[in-house]
């Protein structure tokens, strides 16, 4: 539980009056406070600097101190110096469609403030989310600014299909890029089935409620926050210099002759011509290494020419918030503007701009308004406008073909530009398998400027019904949200060429150019796309308070709502349900709850739309039990159990899983897709037993541990029949079908430290474990016969498991390969520093036959994070770290396999016959672009566990003398770093662990040095 800390100078004056300062726990001063005495009706406020004096004839006077946000307390004021604790005003717990009690929770939720977020300083939320809630896993796996893109999961994956968290901002499902972090009041994660079950076919993978910023009623403080930060690449490839290809280059040359003269042998043939091996000649080698010939030998780092080691960013926001009896008011606007990593040149013949940046401005208002005693309504209203800009690269491509190209360019390639100016993409000695240039790429293609545009509307109606019934009350709301996109695409042609180092008869080198194709260069060319979404939510709700006897509490909860989402010319997504839940409490210590969902899509067919998703859960608050209430040692002690069915659709909504159930025909009569009328959603039933518990006030702790049962799972890959059986064309699947089974099980514990030592030193520490484990129980695969190492592939193991070859090192000799198993089956025999994989089956001949389940996937089954922060007088200290384990990735394409275009100065351990003889270190297989190297085999599967340094922020807060010149009630200013270092398990630190997953090519992650500055008038 978060504390905050009054501390108060007092003195006193002839008996008669007692004054003092509120503090926050940073030591900021707390205006609107009102202070009372024992007895009256009416008090003081601390005004803009904390401060007050408070008229007494005796001393010590008892007083009441009340804030919003924080629970009252009443303490005894005397002359001299005091300090006293108060909880924030956090009885309330957000739930599914409304709050409860937090002593009354039976569920699996958990709460942390915005404020906790803020110290991130990301300018996205879910980034600011990694590794804070105990069950969130959140891997980033693209940086692009503003759009940035994540693998994130709630207790794992109960389906092979969509996981996906729903995400609601004010209670409305959204999409949470929107939300700026200056905006959130608080998030909460729910769990198990009893949290998520209202949410019925949509629930299955968790929710993530997020809350906005709400006005109060006291005098009006406004706050600027300013952030100047730099950034750069987590990591970026390190390829080896002009000098050192020619060298590798030939070796690989060198070796795919001697791979092919091998294959022919094996067919029966003789033998190739081995004596034409070296393609670089010793003079070319000496140009490089001596580079003093660049413009025939060039010599660079392509890396470094096209990729800034820094960048900018800047954000501003500003908000407003205060209100009175009648009205209450949160108002915040911010700006951010970000570089790219990309270096861009001006064109000067055209005048567009391909330089990479981004510029967003945020905006919210979220108004409450009492009209009467019994009649309250609300207006929330946010959004965002957004301008990206970008080089064009070409239509429905991104940033991964810029990336691609710059990493497989190497060092001595060749130049940009001709003498003429015209662009070069070719060089003899080389042959790239995209003829484009990085250079082209970011400076001649044009330029694509995007302005997105994203509305939030939210409005809503609450009427007390007490006349009727005391505890009754109505709702209704309408949500009405649209995001759209217009990018202006001015695009060109132009002119490639290629070029060549040539020598004349006297042996001294030139130049020649020959143009590629029939390219050539065009004027701009100017042309539009938009993307269209909208989304409309509406709902309405009967709801239910009322305490008897003192000891007997019940609240229920009955709501109707509809639910539509559209995006361009696709058909529009529709849900419609019904929702309810019934809490009972007995005398604060005994809690019952039953939530159910009745809920319906049109995605499938009629007569099977519908589902009922019912929940029921329990808690017994242990320490309101006489023998521990009131006990100085335990604070808080609560156990829970739940039971609970949701739903999951299965797929995302999209052009190609919408309407399942029907058959859909081409031009050609047959089918493109046969429609199952069967197909349903996913069911999973979730049983959860958890605690709470707070020691000594200060010694937080939970745990819970879960089980889902998930079935109905839909299959896609239906190997029961094969392709092209009983009349079904060649390159038609069965339609999926709900005919999986598996579960998922673990458990999540929290633990925290909170501190206040003395009214100058407090010390917050805490931390989050969470396992989640899923395995398959039933699919439907018929087991392959007796031949095969292993049966299944799916049956009995994870939905990410890697399937392939397993290794057992490198051929080192050829004696060693002719008395190993025979591997040609696989695309070829082996040479000398080929993988040597393993015969699974034992019958002497390695085939499919011998594929083996291997480890599992990149999603990591372990997640953890830990926080600490402290403050001493005037200083305060962040730091967080967050990880995962359990974890595998799959090294393959650029900057891993020597078949590209490229190499890595990792690639320099490759094995050769002389690393071997002396006993020097290998690292990788001898390069090759022929070889068996490349398919599925854990030899390229490594531990992807890391632990990261994710955010840390030293802050000073400024002596209110300072502050009180400009009319602040604080000034802050602080340093922060975001994503600093990491540390993993990868061979080397080319490529950043959490996206380093497959080939590797989307735009880095950023870390980022910044300063700041936060004012509060």
């Not at 055209?350 to 309250?376: P, Q, V």
């Not at 090759?928 to 632990?947: A, C, E, F, K, P």
């Amino acid at each position: 539980m978060s504390l905050c800390c009054l501390s108060f100078t007092l003195s006193a004056e002839a008996g008669s009056y007692v004054g003092g300062t509120v503090n926050d726990k940073a030591g900021i001063p707390l205006s609107g406070v009102t202070i009372t005495k024992k007895g009256k009706s009416k008090g003081v406020t601390t005004g803009k600097n904390g401060k007050f004096i408070i008229e007494s004839e005796t001393l010590p006077v008892i007083v009441t101190f009340k804030a919003t946000g924080f629970k009252s307390v009443t303490d005894t004021l005397r002359s001299d110096d005091e300090m006293v604790i108060m909880d924030y005003d956090d009885k309330l717990q957000n739930v599914a469609y409304g709050t409860q009690t937090k002593e009354s929770v039976t569920e699996a939720v958990y709460s942390i403030s915005g404020d906790e977020l803020l110290t991130n300083r990301s300018s996205n939320l879910l980034i600011a989310l990694q590794g804070r809630l105990p069950g969130l896993s959140i891997l980033q796996n693209n940086g692009e600014p503003s759009r940035e893109s994540f693998n994130a999961q709630i207790r794992g994956y109960d389906s092979p299909n969509s996981n996906k968290i729903m995400y609601l901002v004010d209670g409305v499902e959204r999409d949470p890029s929107g939300v700026s972090p200056y905006d959130v009041e608080s998030v909460t994660i729910l769990k198990d089935g009893a949290a998520t079950a209202m949410y019925g076919m949509r629930g299955s993978g968790g929710v993530l409620l997020i809350t906005t910023k709400k006005g109060f009623n006291g005098k009006s403080k406004i706050s600027v926050h300013f952030d100047q930060a730099i950034q750069s690449p987590t990591a970026r490839p390190k390829f080896v210099s002009a000098a050192d290809y020619p060298l590798l280059y030939n070796q690989r040359v060198a070796n795919d002759t001697l791979y092919a003269d091998a294959q022919d042998i094996y067919k029966g043939g003789t033998g190739l011509d081995q004596s034409n091996t070296v393609f670089y000649t010793p003079y070319e080698i000496e140009r490089y290494q001596k580079a003093d010939q660049t413009e025939f030998y060039p010599v660079r780092n392509v890396v470094d020419d096209f990729m800034k080691n820094y960048s900018q960013l800047s954000r501003l926001n500003i908000d407003f918030r205060g209100g009175s009896d009648l009205m209450r008011y949160f108002t915040s606007v911010g700006y951010l503007s970000q570089g790219g990593l990309f270096k861009n040149e001006p064109f000067k013949k055209y005048s567009y701009d391909a330089e990479s940046k981004t510029s967003r401005f945020n905006f919210r208002t979220n108004l409450d308004i009492s009209l009467n005693k019994t009649l309250n309504v609300w207006a929330n209203i946010g959004g965002s406008l957004a301008k990206i800009n970008r080089p064009y690269v070409g239509k429905g491509q991104s940033w991964d073909y810029v990336l691609a190209k710059l990493y497989e360019t190497p060092n001595n390639a060749f130049n940009d530009l001709t003498p003429d100016g015209e662009v070069l993409i070719k060089r003899d000695k080389l042959n790239f398998r995209n003829d484009q240039s990085v250079y082209g790429y970011l400076n001649r293609s044009g330029s694509s400027s995007e302005n997105a545009a994203r509305l939030y509307n939210t409005f809503g109606a609450r009427q007390k019904l007490d006349k009727v019934l005391p505890g009754l009350s109505t709702s209704a709301q309408l949500a009405f949200d649209v995001y759209s996109r217009s990018t202006q695409v001015r695009s060109r042609n132009y002119e490639t060429w290629a070029v060549a180092t040539l020598q004349d008869t006297q042996g001294a080198d030139s130049l020649g150019f020959q143009k590629v194709g029939n390219t050539s260069n065009t004027t701009l060319a100017d042309g539009q796309e938009k993307y269209f979404y909208y989304m409309y939510n509406l709902r309405a709700s009967v709801d239910y308070d009322h305490t008897f006897a003192r000891k007997h509490h019940l609240t229920g909860k009955l709501l109707g709502e509809s639910y539509m989402q559209q995006q361009q010319d696709l058909l529009a997504s529709n849900y419609i349900g019904l929702a309810g839940r019934l809490a009972y409490g007995y005398a604060n210590k005994y809690f019952a709850e039953a939530n159910f969902a009745y809920q319906g899509s049109e995605q499938f067919a009629k007569g099977k739309r519908f589902g009922l998703f019912p929940s029921l859960s329990a808690a017994w608050l242990i320490s309101q039990e006489d023998f521990l209430k009131n006990n100085s040692k335990v604070n808080f002690l609560k156990i829970r159990a739940s039971v609970g069915q949701t739903g999951n659709t299965a797929f995302a909504y999209g052009a190609n899983d919408q309407y399942l159930y029907l058959t859909t025909w081409n031009t050609n009569a047959t089918e493109d897709q046969i429609g199952n009328p069967n197909i349903s959603w996913e069911t999973s039933t979730k049983y959860n037993l958890g605690l709470d518990a707070k020691l000594f006030n200060s010694i937080t702790f939970g745990v819970d541990v879960f089980y889902h049962w998930n079935d109905g799972v839909i299959i896609k890959d239906i190997s029961t029949v094969p392709k092209g059986f009983i009349g079904l064309g060649k390159d038609v699947s069965l339609p999926p079908s709900n005919i999986g089974q598996l579960h998922n099980k673990g458990f999540e514990v929290y633990a925290g430290y909170n501190k206040q030592f003395t009214k100058d030193l407090s010390l917050d520490i805490s931390g989050n474990f969470s396992l989640a484990q899923n395995k398959y129980d039933y699919v439907a695969e018929l087991p392959y016969d007796s031949r095969y190492a292993y049966p299944f592939r799916k049956t009995g193991y994870s939905i990410n498991q890697f399937v392939g070859y397993k290794s057992v090192g490198l051929f080192n000799t050829q004696a060693e390969i002719d008395r190993s198993p025979d591997q040609s089956a696989l695309g070829g025999v082996p040479i000398p520093g080929d993988i040597k994989y393993f015969d699974a089956n034992g019958d002497g001949e390695i085939n499919e036959q011998d594929q083996s389940v291997l480890q599992i996937g990149d999603a990591p089954e372990i997640s953890f994070g830990f926080r600490l922060q402290s403050s001493w007088k005037s200083f305060d200290i962040n730091v967080f770290l967050n990880g995962a384990a359990r974890r595998n990735v799959n090294l393959t394409g650029f900057g891993r396999w020597s078949n590209r275009d490229n190499f890595t100065e990792y690639m320099k351990g490759a094995w050769t016959a002389e690393k071997f003889a002396n006993g020097e270190k290998i690292t990788s297989p001898r390069l090759g672009n022929n070889t068996t190297n490349y398919i599925m085999s854990d030899y390229w599967i490594v531990d992807g566990s890391y632990l990261r340094l994710r955010n840390i922020e030293l802050g000073y807060s400024l002596p209110e003398k300072i502050s009180s010149k400009i009319g602040a009630s604080s000034i802050r200013i602080y340093t922060n770093g975001l994503n600093l270092l990491v540390w993993d398990h990868l061979p080397n630190d080319d490529f950043d662990p959490e996206t380093s997953n497959g080939s590797n090519i989307n735009y880095p992650m950023i870390k980022a040095y910044n300063f700041g500055l936060s004012v509060k008038f």
